[in-house]
């Protein structure tokens, strides 16, 4: 077989068995046995909680609140209502945020037979963001809690109390998860949680985060999860991310469990287009198999699962978890040691050991890794689209093709560095390349500083990986030398994600003893070493995807490529007589993956599926001046409504003006005056020296922007009367975040001496002026994004004491 068709015949046979595992399941109907979990079943809580958008204080909020209690009780958990203000701070990219709302929780119990013996807790949250019906953010967690429950009291009555905690206010700042756990008496009964979350509409359920000291509960979910899809490097991740979700609430509070949540189709994320129509069924049955089995074995096990010691886990192909203590990571790099010596004693037998090669391998594993990011990066810019969440969304509504792009400069780049190798005498021509991709990257990126960087250490490992031909033994070890130090320093420092490494590692060490570092050992070693690659390669593109899918880091999935490229180097750099490797195959790679690119740069992803993203805003100043806005970028409708009043519009900031997912720039143009609402904003200073603040929503309105800064220290600082951390950095502003707030909020702070206190306020009225000319009629590729349609008083203060 040649080297071009075993490559892409390994290729093609890992996708398939990476497509295998990332499907999700068939739904199960509502016919299916009673202790079995259905996604039919599910489906019908569904069709009622995301018929229309339900925001925490809302109308249709409060609708979903009733029928949850009437489900509840149908199922006999006798639920009641815990209402409290709850509020919180966070900092978050160099800012404090501080955020609050009236919440309604919904807590049920399904009592045990034991009731004095910690409970289980089911936990998902019922409101939606602004705009969007949140079918799978969270109607699907709250559909699968009450799903699970059914087919746990469909077994008999469980040793312990099940508790399902249905949450509000969790889209607002995980407010209702607070207040539970700071407020609600049973929450001191708790002692295993499973959280049900969505961050997209698609895609298999991950159980991404555990409680500290996970032993016990991995053990827990290996044992019993259907369709388990899990890793530990998710859940180390993570920790480093500024992500929460309503489980962070109950980890804080000290308490072990399980984080569910599916993030495939992200462009139906706090999207108007969350519909039940477009939400994938599989899903909801994945998520619900996968947390029915740790779920049941909670409530009727008389012990919960032990803490003990953080381990190593991820599952293969969704069909089992291995797992094992983190000292087993030592016990994997040394079988992958011996594997290699194993595979390196015919090299040395026959002569083929060469420091030169083995150094040369060296480099070229750091030149895969720095090559591919690079190439990733261009493709990535040669698309057009921007950075951040928002900007990303033209992608998000065409992610297979993109992934495909993305994949298969991955692919060619690790073909270039083969060839590279194979050939010798290309460094100058592979140097040039590299700098001409990031010139490319740099410009098509907004002047992007990462492919200049990535471009500059490319063309300086291309000097001296591509200046000699190199035999494909020395070579191929030098490259796994780089996976051996990686991984070892991630097992001293990170051994919980050491794996990631570490298993493609075992996987080329294996391949290597197979076939004596690439020296032919017979058509059974070969076929055996094929197979290795393909299992292994398989299991990357899980890892490649993940990274894709995950964050917007175009770098990212490098690392699967470079991992890949430990695995399956032989097949990228031919021997002597095998020249047949070419230039063809490598330039159709490279040019699939940049016309892919292209087309996704020159055509619309707009659909009636996949709908623009719209918000225009009527702004109104205290000074009465008004404005048509829209957060950046803009849809053509959205130009068409800007403009509608005066003509052109430009980019500017609005005091106390933010909105999620764009910030506080936007595209305004002068608008006709209207009336003014009232609204309360008093700064109002005691005899005692205490300074109060209060702003009152308007008539109307919703929510509250505040944005506070003090120029001096103060102290005794309380939102509502209730202490906070905010103002504790004179110069830094404070945001505030407040919702469902029909009395408004209040400040109130004691200064240490003379200074001034600067707010910049932004109240929201869910509708469009009446006295203003009315929006048009949406086309059918455009959707209302958020709070579009909204009126927005603004206004700024600056009060001396």
Not at 304 to 318: A, E, K, M, N, W
Not at 383 to 399: I, S
């Amino acid at each position: 077989m040649s080297k071009t068709l075993a490559l892409f015949s390994c290729l093609a046979a890992a996708f398939a068995l990476f497509y295998f595992g990332a499907r999700t399941p068939d739904p199960r109907p509502a016919s299916a046995p009673s202790a079995d979990f259905s996604a039919a079943r599910a489906m019908s809580d569904i069709s009622v909680l995301a018929k229309v958008p339900h925001p925490v204080g809302s109308a249709a909020n409060a609708a979903a609140r009733d029928y949850l209690v009437s489900r509840m009780t149908a199922l006999g958990l006798a639920p009641r209502l815990q209402r409290a203000e709850s509020h919180g701070t966070r900092r978050f990219m160099g800012a404090l945020y501080a955020s609050g709302a009236h919440v309604e929780n919904i807590i049920g119990v399904l009592p045990g037979h034991d009731r004095t013996t910690p409970a289980l807790a089911l936990m998902a949250h019922y409101d939606s963001v602004a705009g969007s019906p949140g079918a799978a953010d969270d109607a699907t967690g709250v559909a699968d809690a009450l799903e699970i429950v059914r087919a746990i009291k469909a077994g008999g009555v469980p040793a312990r109390d099940v508790v399902v905690a249905i949450t509000d206010g969790e889209e607002a700042g995980l407010l209702g998860a607070k207040a539970f756990f700071e407020f609600d008496p049973l929450a001191k009964h708790i002692g295993f949680v499973i959280n049900l979350e969505s961050r997209g509409g698609g895609g298999r359920a991950a159980m991404f985060e555990t409680g500290e000291s996970n032993g016990g509960a991995i053990a827990l979910f290996q044992r019993t999860a259907g369709l388990p899809n899990a890793n530990a490097l998710t859940a180390f991740v993570y920790k480093l991310l500024p992500n929460d979700t309503d489980f962070s609430v109950a980890k804080a509070h000290g308490l072990a469990g399980l984080n569910y949540a599916f993030i495939g189709r992200q462009f139906d994320y706090h999207s108007p287009s969350s519909t039940v129509a477009a939400l994938d069924q599989g899903s909801v049955q994945q998520m619900g198999e996968s947390a029915l089995g740790p779920a049941r074995a909670v409530a009727v096990d008389t012990a919960l699962p032990q803490r003990t010691p953080d381990v190593v886990y991820s599952d293969i192909f969704g069909l089992m978890v291995i797992a094992y203590p983190t000292w087993g990571g030592w016990f994997v790099l040394a079988l992958a040691a011996g594997l290699a010596v194993l595979g390196g004693r015919r090299l040395v037998r026959d002569g083929q050991e060469s420091w030169r090669d083995i150094a040369q391998g060296f480099a070229a594993g750091l030149l895969v890794l720095s090559g591919s990011a690079l190439l990733l990066t261009l493709t990535r810019h040669i698309t057009g689209v921007g950075g951040g969440w928002f900007a990303y969304r033209p992608l998000l509504a065409r992610f297979a093709p993109f992934e495909l792009a993305m994949a298969l400069s991955g692919v060619g780049s690790l073909m270039i560095v083969g060839a590279a190798v194979q050939r010798g005498q290309l460094r100058l021509a592979l140097s040039v390349g590299a700098l001409i991709a990031a010139g490319a990257g740099w410009a098509l990126g907004n002047l992007d500083m990462a492919p200049l960087v990535l471009g500059v250490v490319t063309a300086i490992l291309a000097v001296m990986v591509a200046g000699r031909v190199g035999k494909t033994p020395g070579v191929w070890f030098g490259l796994s030398l780089t996976g051996f130090l990686t991984a070892l320093a991630l097992q001293m420092v990170a051994p919980t994600a050491a794996f990631i490494v570490a298993w493609p590692l075992l996987a080329a060490c294996v391949r290597a003893a197979l076939t004596g570092w690439g020296t032919q050992r017979g058509d059974r070693a070969n076929l055996g070493a094929f197979v290795v690659a393909i299992v292994a390669l398989g299991w990357l593109g899980g890892f490649f995807h993940a990274l894709l899918q995950g964050l917007d880091a175009p770098e990212g999935p490098a690392l699967a490529v470079w991992l890949a490229g430990v695995v399956i180097w032989p097949m990228t750099q031919s021997g002597p007589s095998e020249r047949d490797l070419g230039w063809a195959p490598i330039a159709a790679v490279l040019a699939a993956g940049i016309g892919v690119s292209l087309w996704l740069q020159l055509t619309t992803p707009w659909t009636a599926r996949h709908p623009a993203a719209a918000e225009p805003l009527y702004v109104v100043a205290e000074d009465g001046r008004a404005w048509r806005a829209a957060p950046l970028p803009t849809a053509p409708w959205t130009r068409s409504v800007l403009t509608a009043d005066a003509g052109a519009y430009q980019t500017r900031e609005f005091p106390g003006l933010w909105v999620p997912g764009a910030g506080s720039r936007f595209a305004a143009a002068t608008a006709r005056a209207v009336r003014n609402p009232l609204r309360e904003v008093a700064v109002v200073r005691a005899a005692d020296g205490l300074v109060t603040i209060h702003l009152a929503p308007a008539p109307g309105g919703d929510a509250i922007n505040l944005d506070l800064k003090v120029s001096a220290p103060v102290s005794d600082v309380a939102i509502d009367g209730r202490p906070t951390a905010i103002l504790s950095h004179p110069g830094e502003w404070t945001h505030l975040r407040w919702q469902a707030a029909p009395e408004g909020v209040t400040v109130t702070f004691r200064p240490a001496r003379p200074g001034v206190v600067d707010l910049d306020y932004g109240l929201f009225i869910d509708r469009w002026p009446v006295d203003a000319n009315p929006l048009p009629a949406m086309p059918a590729d455009v959707m209302a994004w958020d709070r579009a349609g909204s009126t927005v008083l603004i206004g700024a203060r600056r009060v001396a004491w």
